[in-house]
């Protein structure tokens, strides 16, 4: 894929703060498409052994969830752990394994909230800015705002509000297991990344293409710590 850099990395909490502040105002909820047939997944799992990043981008179509293209990279950590700057930690890798796809999805689904984020602004849009797409945020846990009570039944949404703001909506993806928090990135509105998240579900917590990218990432840093492991001895 062919992207821009829309600005340099940092490893400072304050330029990232004022990177935030200047890019929310270009996020665009207006979807230029309702259906994709292409749709990328993207995750990063971390070593046990140092600060080495592993990143896993997929491709599959849909809706036969047939792998299509798979990159991966990897690169080291520097950006502190912190709440709200995933982007500044977790970007550099996933733009690294990004620039390798040579198919282009319709939509990109990541591991990461959208404009469910406390500032607005978290690494589903982001990278949907850099890449100038359609992106979604399925993540485990709820960032910011309050969700309203949600059913059991795999499908069952409740909308998600900042303030008196809705910035997505809570998603049981499978019965008797924690929900997943979907909010869009750029270039898609509430109900589409909703419903997208949902026809992705194969009888997994994680949408098929969050889920193999989880796979892999994790096979990933397990063969790197087993090798490490071994190198040490």
């Known amino acids: 894929m062919r992207f821009s850099r829309l600005h340099q990395w940092t490893d400072d909490p304050r330029e990232a703060d004022k990177i935030q502040d200047r890019f929310r105002s270009l996020i665009s909820l207006k979807p230029e498409r309702t259906d994709f047939k292409l749709v990328g997944g993207a995750d990063v799992?971390?070593?046990?052994k140092d600060n080495m990043a592993f990143a896993t981008v997929v491709v599959l179509k849909v809706p036969e969830m047939?792998?299509?293209e798979k990159v991966r990279a990897q690169a080291n950590v520097t950006f502190p752990f912190m709440p709200g700057y995933f982007y500044f930690r977790e970007g550099p890798v996933l733009v690294k394994a990004l620039a390798r796809l040579k198919i282009v999805p319709d939509c990109f689904i990541f591991?990461?909230?959208g404009i469910g984020h406390p500032k607005g602004i978290g690494m589903a849009s982001h990278l949907g800015l850099l890449l100038d797409?359609?992106?979604?945020?399925?993540?485990?846990?709820?960032?910011c705002g309050e969700a309203g009570e949600l059913g059991n039944e795999v499908g069952d949404t409740t909308p998600i509000h900042n303030g008196n703001r809705e910035v997505g909506c809570a998603v049981r993806s499978r019965q008797n297991v924690k929900p997943l928090y979907v909010s869009p990135g750029h270039k898609i509105d509430i109900e589409t990344a909703v419903r997208t998240v949902i026809d992705l579900l194969r009888g997994y917590r994680l949408p098929e293409p969050l889920r193999l990218a989880h796979v892999m990432a994790n096979k990933q840093r397990r063969n790197y710590d087993n090798n490490l492991s071994f190198a040490r001895r």
């Open 133 to 143: 797409m359609p992106s979604i945020g399925c993540a485990k846990k709820l960032l």
């Open 111 to 113: 591991d990461a909230h």
């Open 66 to 68: 047939d792998l299509v």
């Open 45 to 48: 799992a971390y070593s046990k």
